[in-house]
């Protein structure tokens, strides 16, 4: 639902993204085509391995702030996730 939030935000600024949601398994998978990556709080203990991992890479990892989560901010969150890359709109 985040996710849909996320997205209904970037049509409303006019951005072009890709939002997804994948398991943490899958973090080496999509790594490379992610500008950022933001974890749920549930995970949060994964992030410094995980910014490790993405660090060689130059991308960022953060965790989405927990009141932002709960209540599905999605623009919040995808404010966020772009100043994480910058104020880039292409893939988030």
Sequence with gaps: MLVQRMLSEAKTRELDV???????????????????VLLGPQVRYELARLTDLAAPLG??????????YG??????????????????????
């Excluded at 966020?80 to 910058?86: F, H, K, R, S, Y």
């Design 59 to 68: 991308k960022k990892v953060a965790v989405i702030d927990m009141m932002d």
């Design 71 to 92: 209540t599905m901010r999605g623009d919040k969150v995808l404010t966020t996730a772009l100043e994480l890359i910058g104020g880039a709109h292409e893939s988030v």
């Design 18 to 36: 890709d939002v997804r949601a994948v398991p943490v398994a899958e973090f080496e998978q999509i790594i490379g085509e992610a500008d950022v």
